[in-house]
């Protein structure tokens, strides 16, 4: 299973349009705008694990977090996110974290190993 958080990023927004326009014009089914869903969710979970490999820092006041459903949700007021020599300053920020391992991928003990990246999603 692919995490959905993507969905709602400008790219999935606009899939989403497009496949509602196709099934509103008859074009394709809804099953199978739902498989292109699914599709999109392994490809981007896949590729945003496999072939970004910039950081980035931050820093700001923590307001709220929660960990419901194996998902970390932290709100941030006043972060400055650095990369190297830029700096982006905002004034409230939320991030979502989850797990970046398949249950296929657990191991034997039934614990997650630490040395797999999590799937990030951040709101502005």
Same mark, same amino acid.
């Given at each position: 299973m692919a995490y959905q958080l993507y969905r709602n990023t400008t790219l999935g927004n606009s899939l989403q349009e497009s496949l509602d326009e196709l099934i509103q014009t008859q074009q394709i089914t809804p099953q199978l705008a739902l498989q292109?869903? &699914?599709?999109? !969710?392994? =490809?981007? +979970?896949? =590729?945003? =694990?496999?072939?970004? #490999?910039? #950081?980035?820092?931050?820093?700001?006041?923590? +307001?709220?977090?929660?960990?419901? !459903?194996?998902?970390?949700?932290?709100? &941030?007021?006043?972060? /400055?996110?650095? /990369?190297?020599? !830029?700096?982006? @300053?905002? !004034? @409230?920020v939320k991030i979502v974290a989850c797990d970046g391992k398949s249950e296929s991928t657990q191991n034997k003990s039934d614990k997650w190993s630490v040395t797999q990246t999590p799937q990030i999603s951040v709101c502005l």
């Open positions: 292109v869903l &699914l599709q999109f !969710d392994k =490809a981007i +979970n896949t =590729a945003l =694990a496999n072939r970004v #490999r910039n #950081r980035v820092n931050f820093r700001g006041s923590l +307001n709220t977090y929660r960990f419901c !459903d194996n998902v970390w949700t932290f709100v &941030l007021n006043d972060v /400055e996110f650095r /990369e190297v020599t !830029d700096l982006v @300053k905002v !004034d @409230k």
